[in-house]
């Protein structure tokens, strides 16, 4: 059973910075893509992040392009989302998604329970 637990989430002035963490458990994380989605009350999950399972390849929403990062380090089962600048609309629950197969193309198919991130004027 794949099992992901989100990390570093909390509350932010506008302009500072976090970083999210998720530690997977359940399979072998290496053979899979992983992502990034958040979720801002009353509207959709979109996907923020993702990165292939080698971490050669990333792709980013619009709105965070230049702002935040994703990386994995595979010896440590562990996906990273550095957020910089961070700004009031990037508020929403952050979860941490594991891919299908090897690149996000193929979809995601396990997630965490989500993590608050708030960002404050």
């Known amino acids: 059973q794949v099992h992901l637990v989100e990390s570093g989430g909390g509350l932010v002035q506008a302009g500072g910075s976090l970083r999210l963490s998720c530690i997977a458990s359940g399979r072998t994380f290496s053979n899979y893509a992983m992502g990034w989605f958040r979720q801002a009350p009353g509207k959709e999950r979109e996907r923020v992040a993702a990165?292939?399972?080698?971490?050669?390849?990333?792709d980013y929403a619009d709105s965070v392009k230049a702002r935040f990062t994703i990386s994995r380090d595979n010896a440590k089962n562990t996906v990273y989302l550095q957020m910089d600048n961070l700004k009031p609309d990037d508020t929403a629950v952050y979860y941490c998604?594991?891919?299908?197969?090897?690149?996000?193309?193929?979809?995601?198919?396990?997630w965490g329970q989500g993590i608050q991130v708030t960002v404050s004027t």
């Open positions: 990165i292939n399972w080698n971490g050669r390849s990333t």
């Open positions: 998604a594991s891919g299908y197969g090897t690149s996000w193309y193929d979809g995601f198919d396990h």
